[in-house]
């Protein structure tokens, strides 16, 4: 294939595409660069068809992988996604939750395993830019952790991607983010004091402010999740003030023009 203007970005379950990463992927797809969705695992481990939760009675994970995967398309359709590929593990669950145990879930798989079908993608579409969750997964999710891992791998054995970003919530705005959230009863519990990265160690901003409807529509495909619940529930005004942007810290860069501060992921590259 061409290597035109290309990103990819990894990450873990349906619908972990369109929080961190809707905006930038409706964006580019908008200015013509290739967008590519590598999800690593089919979400077994999600609220089954009738907000069932995991472990309870008729919670079928069979049932919740083919939602969560028709779900997915819907959304990616809503994003302009050009292409979504599945690498198809299963779901780990939090951590602490049976399904850490099964040999299959997506975590328990050698690094080098899953590492080596991310970097034909890679070599397949060679993206300059590589999207992932940063060494803790955001917020310690095993499959987000796992996803860095591989994401990572794949990108150094490769040598394809001049940059390898790691999606970031600035903490000083999620705070307030949370506050308002509890404040408004969505929801009953308060993030940990480290929640979220400084806005310091945050190397790029990226202005999604005209596809934020677009956000809101690709996460109502996945509506049938509960956590999409409280960003749902927020009046229009909060939503836009929270989806029109999304913030990068760059892992690495090959990239000799880029500025140590970025408002474009391509920055450099074009």
């Known amino acids: 294939m061409t290597e035109q203007l290309t990103i990819m970005a ?19 797809a908008a200015e ?49 996604i050009e292409h979504v590929e599945l690498l198809g593990y299963r779901d780990s ?52 952790i796992q996803a860095n891992r591989v994401a990572v791998a794949a990108a150094s054995a490769t040598g ?6 790691y999606t970031a919530l600035p903490r000083e705005s999620s705070r ?22 400084p806005m310091d160690q945050i190397t790029t901003v990226v202005d999604v402010a005209p596809y934020t409807r677009r956000k809101i529509k690709a996460l109502e495909a996945h509506a049938s999740q509960s956590d999409s619940v409280p960003f749902l529930q927020m ?8 989806f029109a942007t999304e913030s990068f810290v760059r892992h690495f860069n090959r990239v000799v023009a880029a500025p140590a501060q970025e408002n474009d992921l391509f920055a450099g590259l074009r």
């Not at 830019?129 to 803790?136: A, H």
């Not at 009046?235 to 929270?242: G, K, M, N, V, W």
């Open 32 to 80: 013509g660069i290739r967008t590519v969705l590598v999800t690593c695992t089919n979400g077994e481990q999600g609220d089954a068809p009738g907000g069932i939760k995991p472990g309870r009675p008729g919670h079928d994970p069979n049932a919740v992988r083919a939602q969560r995967l028709s779900e997915l398309q819907e959304s990616a359709a809503l994003l302009d």
């Open 93 to 144: 669950g939090m951590d602490g939750w049976d399904a850490n145990h099964d040999p299959e879930a997506f975590r328990n798989i050698p690094v080098d395993q899953a590492a080596a079908r991310l970097a034909d993608l890679m070599r397949h579409y060679r993206p300059q830019v590589v999207v992932t969750y940063d060494e803790n997964g955001n917020y310690g999710h095993p499959d987000h």
């Open 10 to 28: 990894v990450h873990a379950h349906p619908d972990d595409e369109v929080l961190s990463t809707g905006g930038i992927f409706a964006r580019y």
């Open 235 to 242: 009046p229009a005004e909060l939503q836009h003030t929270i």
């Open 176 to 197: 307030e983010m949370f506050a308002d959230l509890r404040a408004r009863g969505l929801i009953d519990f308060e993030p940990p004091d480290n929640f979220g990265t």
């Open 160 to 165: 394809i991607p001049d940059k390898l970003y």
